[in-house]
Every structure is written in structure tokens, then in C-alpha cells.
């Protein structure tokens, strides 16, 4: 019986590849307005204008009557994190939020690097833009976009920018300095959220490219995991000419060759192109696949259909909403967290850095705008879009973090993007790979540049 399974996955396979071997695509470029009401007949308004993140003492004062009013629910005996965020440790994170957490400081190290507006198909999108303080003589610096995902923001790439602008003073070499852009998802943080529905991935990198050559950037490199990484994509299947390298820390590659070697890894791994490390850390493939993606995936699937719903009590509420954020930053940073009081959240993070990313949620009133991303992208059912059937074919880099929420294995990564020339198996790290391990993810992307340029 299994010979005969065995023959007919092979066959199967074999019809597969025969059918969607290599096709060299890019998606239509189109164009769009997401800003309310109709477009204006006018000319859009192309100027580039410097942004400063703002506080004031109303606002505070505001968040800190409504953490006052919090309705404390205490957790269940021993529960940990299974349950969620433990309400014991919510506690503290609080009281610190409260009397501690210094917003008006944190607004100032926000704007340690310069921020800027521009108006794009009717939404004003938000950025920092960072350029090295010194160059070699004779030397341009190599531009880098890096996109964020949910629940985190622009400020996750904080720590890695002067790894990445500054090398030289920071322990590195100076073979290779970048001038880096981040921009806010259009519905995160500083960035206008779309008026209109169907405002998706494909349509974000879009924005993301005009952006670049707003900026003046012909050809750029990309950097991105979770939303990231998926727009990074689509911006390399819009307008691969211009993109000079894509790397990533997450890729999205579920496919019926991935689906066939997950099936069959644990016995025929080696035959299928799965290293030792790989069967490591997919199996057992009840545990480390299934039983993981249920545990942490409850939230996409209301995201996906009535992000509205949920999203209305997060943004009325401080305490609920750094709760449902900051869980996210515990278990994807290692699923076993959730067996700690306080979920490993302070081994990996200070207080002050988680939130501040909640902040940039609170205070923009963004949660439900950034949860209607997932039902614009995934709301129609898995592998209905173009873009998700489509490979990329431009020299493409990969950081195999260990706790990733799905460890993805260089030969899944390959079958996506054919021009993949680097993976690395990171010694330590999970899911918010910048805001967690930036040397580790610096010296990744440095590594890449090397390799491509070698070639």
C-alpha cells in the first residue's frame, strides 16, 4: 500500500511540475485611488514633506484614565500563557505603562531619524528615510526598502538601521553601507488607511515602488518579513527590472511540492531536498506544523472575515489592545513561552520598546484599519489571487529563523523563487527577526550583497 502511495505521489508530482514549470510572468502594474471620494482630475500633489511624530499632554492623560479603568480578570491556576495573555503579568506590564513608560521620550527617540509625508493614489504615506553619515571616498550608498508586518511597525527596524547606514561604527565592515527607507503599511501607524475596499498587498507595493522613484531610485534592493515579505514579493513580480536583490526572513510558499514533502519528509527527507536541520524543525509534523499553526493562528481567521468587530473593542480599550499585540510578541518569538508566567516577553525585549510599538497603534487609532489587511488579502479563500500562483525571479536571499511560526527549508524557497543564490539557518530567532535579533538579520543581508555581487 505505501509503495503504491508512494508511485502515485511521484506521478503526481511529476504532472505538477510538467504543468507549472518555469514561466518568466510579472503582474500588470495598473494604478489606483484609495483616497476617499472620487479622484480629482487635478494633478496629485507629488511633494515630499518632512514629518514630526507629536505628543501631547491631553493624550497621555487620556490613556492613563483609561488603563485606571481596567476590569482585572484573574487567570486561571497555572495557566501560563496557553490561555492567552496571563492576566498576572498584564498587571504588571500596566502599572509599568502607567507610572513608568515615558512617552514624551519615546516620541523623541522616534524621531531620531527623519520622517516624511508624500501623497500616493490618494493616501498620505509615511516613511523614514536614513542615509549613512560617512561614505568611502568614491562610494554610493545601496538603497534598501524594508516593509514591517502585523503587529509591529516601522519602529522594529530602529535597532538595525545604523548596522546597516553606519557598519563601520558599529563593528562592521564598510564593504557594504545602504541608505534605507521605511515605510508604514497604508492603515499602520502614520500612513493613511484606503477609503476603499480591495486594497491589498499587490496594491501596496505598487505604492511602495512609486514611492522609491519618487525618492529618486531606479533600482533598489528589498528587505521583509510577515506583510513584508509578501509585499517585497509583489513589488519583485511588478517590477522585477528594478529590484537588484529581495531578502527575506518569512516567504509564503505553500505549494503541492511543499504540501508532498511535509507528507513524506520524515522518511524520504533526504531524497525530497530536506537537510538534517530541516526535519529538525518541521517534525514531528503534528506538533511543530499542525498543532502550532492552530494555536497561533485563531486571530488571522477573524482578521480574514470581520476584522471590524474585534478591532472596535481594541480601539476603544489600551489594555485590551496591548494584550492582544504584545501575546504575538511572545509565542512568535518562541512558542515556548507559553509555558512562562510572563511569557518570555522581557527576555528578548524591554518593556519600552514593546510599547512603544502599541503605542504607534494607540495613538494613530490604526488596529482595525491594519486587521482589514488580512480579510483584503486572504478574505477570498487561499491561492485565488495571481501573485500567490506566480515565482520571482530576481536574486533573492533567505534568514531561516528556528522559532518562525513555519520553518520554511531551501528547497521550498527555491521552488518560489528560482534565483534564490543564499539561506542561512540562524542560530537563534523567531518572527520579528529586526526588532529581536538585528545583528544576526544585518549580517544576513550583508552576506547576500556579497554573494550577489560576487556574481
Given at each position: 500500500?505505501?509503495?503504491?502511495?508512494?508511485?502515485?505521489?511521484?506521478?503526481?508530482?511529476a504532472?505538477?511540475?510538467?504543468?507549472?514549470?518555469?514561466?518568466?510572468?510579472?503582474?500588470?502594474?495598473?494604478?489606483?485611488?484609495?483616497?476617499?471620494?472620487?479622484?480629482?482630475?487635478?494633478?496629485?500633489?507629488d511633494?515630499?514633506r518632512?514629518?514630526?511624530?507629536?505628543?501631547?499632554?491631553?493624550?497621555?492623560h487620556?490613556l492613563?484614565?483609561?488603563i485606571?479603568?481596567?476590569?482585572?480578570?484573574?487567570?486561571?491556576?497555572?495557566?501560563?500563557?496557553?490561555?492567552?495573555?496571563?492576566?498576572n503579568?498584564?498587571?504588571?506590564?500596566?502599572?509599568?505603562?502607567?507610572?513608568?513608560?515615558?512617552?514624551?521620550?519615546?516620541?523623541?527617540?522616534?524621531?531620531?531619524?527623519?520622517?516624511?509625508?508624500t501623497?500616493?493614489?490618494?493616501?498620505?504615506?509615511?516613511?523614514?528615510?536614513?542615509k549613512?553619515?560617512?561614505l568611502?571616498?568614491?562610494?554610493?550608498p545601496?538603497?534598501?526598502?524594508?516593509?514591517?508586518?502585523?503587529?509591529?511597525?516601522?519602529y522594529?527596524?530602529?535597532?538595525?538601521?545604523?548596522?546597516?547606514?553606519?557598519?563601520?561604527?558599529?563593528g562592521?565592515?564598510?564593504?557594504h553601507?545602504?541608505?534605507?527607507?521605511c515605510?508604514?503599511?497604508?492603515?499602520?501607524g502614520?500612513?493613511?488607511?484606503?477609503?476603499?475596499k480591495?486594497?491589498?498587498?499587490?496594491?501596496?507595493?505598487?505604492?511602495f515602488?512609486?514611492?522609491?522613484?519618487?525618492?529618486g531610485?531606479?533600482?533598489?534592493?528589498?528587505?521583509?518579513?510577515?506583510?513584508?515579505?509578501?509585499?517585497?514579493?509583489?513589488?519583485?513580480?511588478?517590477?522585477?527590472s528594478?529590484?537588484?536583490?529581495?531578502?527575506?526572513?518569512?516567504a509564503l510558499?505553500?505549494?503541492?511540492?511543499?504540501?508532498?514533502?511535509?507528507?513524506?519528509?520524515?522518511?524520504?527527507?533526504?531524497f525530497?531536498?530536506?537537510?538534517?536541520?530541516?526535519?529538525?524543525?518541521?517534525y514531528?509534523?503534528k506538533?511543530?506544523?499542525?498543532?502550532?499553526?492552530?494555536?497561533?493562528?485563531?486571530y488571522?481567521?477573524?482578521?480574514?472575515?470581520?476584522?471590524?468587530?474585534?478591532?472596535?473593542?481594541?480601539?476603544?480599550?489600551?489594555?485590551?489592545?496591548?494584550?492582544?499585540?504584545?501575546?504575538?510578541?511572545?509565542?512568535w518569538t518562541?512558542?515556548?513561552?507559553?509555558?512562562?508566567?510572563?511569557?518570555?516577553?522581557?527576555?528578548?525585549?524591554?518593556?519600552?520598546?514593546?510599547?512603544?510599538?502599541?503605542?504607534?497603534?494607540?495613538t494613530?487609532?490604526?488596529i482595525?484599519?491594519?486587521?482589514?489587511?488580512?480579510?483584503e488579502?486572504?478574505?477570498q479563500?487561499?491561492?485565488?489571487?495571481?501573485?500567490?500562483?506566480?515565482?520571482?525571479?530576481?536574486?533573492?536571499?533567505f534568514?531561516?529563523?528556528?522559532?518562525?511560526l513555519?520553518?520554511?527549508p531551501?528547497?521550498?524557497?527555491?521552488?518560489?523563487?528560482p534565483?534564490?543564490?543564499?539561506?542561512?539557518?540562524?542560530?537563534?530567532?523567531?518572527?520579528?527577526?529586526?526588532?529581536?535579533e538585528?545583528?544576526?538579520?544585518a549580517?544576513?543581508?550583508?552576506?547576500?550583497?556579497?554573494?550577489?555581487?560576487?556574481?
Amino acid at each position: 500500500m505505501w509503495l503504491e502511495i508512494l508511485l502515485t505521489s511521484v506521478l503526481g508530482f511529476a504532472i505538477y511540475w510538467f504543468i507549472s514549470r518555469d514561466k518568466e510572468e510579472t503582474l500588470p502594474l495598473e494604478d489606483g485611488w484609495w483616497g476617499p471620494g472620487t479622484r480629482s482630475a487635478a494633478r496629485e500633489d507629488d511633494s515630499i514633506r518632512p514629518f514630526k511624530v507629536e505628543t501631547s499632554d491631553e493624550e497621555i492623560h487620556d490613556l492613563h484614565q483609561r488603563i485606571d479603568k481596567f476590569r482585572f480578570t484573574p487567570p486561571l491556576e497555572d495557566s501560563c500563557f496557553h490561555y492567552g495573555f496571563n492576566s498576572n503579568y498584564l498587571k504588571k506590564v500596566i502599572s509599568y505603562w502607567r507610572n513608568e513608560f515615558d512617552w514624551k521620550k519615546q516620541v523623541e527617540i522616534l524621531n531620531r531619524y527623519p520622517h516624511f509625508k508624500t501623497k500616493i493614489e490618494g493616501l498620505d504615506i509615511h516613511f523614514i528615510h536614513v542615509k549613512p553619515p560617512q561614505l568611502p571616498a568614491g562610494r554610493t550608498p545601496k538603497p534598501l526598502l524594508m516593509v514591517h508586518g502585523w503587529p509591529g511597525s516601522f519602529y522594529e527596524f530602529y535597532k538595525i538601521i545604523p548596522l546597516l547606514t553606519d557598519p563601520k561604527n558599529h563593528g562592521l565592515s564598510d564593504e557594504h553601507v545602504f541608505e534605507v527607507i521605511c515605510p508604514s503599511i497604508p492603515g499602520y501607524g502614520f500612513s493613511e488607511a484606503s477609503s476603499k475596499k480591495g486594497f491589498n498587498s499587490v496594491a501596496t507595493a505598487r505604492i511602495f515602488y512609486k514611492l522609491m522613484l519618487r525618492l529618486g531610485f531606479q533600482e533598489f534592493y528589498l528587505q521583509g518579513g510577515d506583510w513584508g515579505s509578501l509585499i517585497c514579493t509583489n513589488m519583485a513580480q511588478l517590477v522585477p527590472s528594478h529590484v537588484k536583490g529581495l531578502h527575506l526572513n518569512m516567504a509564503l510558499v505553500l505549494s503541492n511540492f511543499s504540501t508532498l514533502t511535509l507528507l513524506l519528509g520524515q522518511r524520504l527527507g533526504r531524497f525530497l531536498g530536506l537537510t538534517e536541520r530541516d526535519v529538525e524543525l518541521l517534525y514531528p509534523v503534528k506538533e511543530k506544523v499542525f498543532y502550532s499553526l492552530m494555536r497561533e493562528s485563531g486571530y488571522m481567521h477573524i482578521q480574514c472575515t470581520k476584522p471590524d468587530t474585534v478591532g472596535s473593542a481594541l480601539n476603544d480599550s489600551p489594555v485590551g489592545l496591548a494584550a492582544y499585540i504584545l501575546e504575538k510578541f511572545s509565542t512568535w518569538t518562541n512558542t515556548e513561552f507559553r509555558y512562562l508566567e510572563d511569557g518570555g516577553l522581557e527576555r528578548k525585549f524591554s518593556l519600552d520598546d514593546l510599547l512603544t510599538n502599541v503605542m504607534l497603534y494607540w495613538t494613530t487609532g490604526t488596529i482595525i484599519s491594519s486587521q482589514r489587511f488580512y480579510k483584503e488579502n486572504l478574505g477570498q479563500g487561499w491561492m485565488t489571487q495571481k501573485h500567490e500562483r506566480m515565482k520571482v525571479y530576481v536574486p533573492t536571499g533567505f534568514s531561516a529563523f528556528p522559532f518562525e511560526l513555519l520553518h520554511t527549508p531551501e528547497k521550498w524557497v527555491r521552488f518560489r523563487y528560482p534565483k534564490l543564490i543564499s539561506y542561512s539557518y540562524m542560530v537563534r530567532g523567531g518572527h520579528f527577526a529586526a526588532f529581536e535579533e538585528p545583528e544576526l538579520l544585518a549580517q544576513d543581508i550583508r552576506k547576500f550583497l556579497s554573494v550577489l555581487e560576487r556574481q
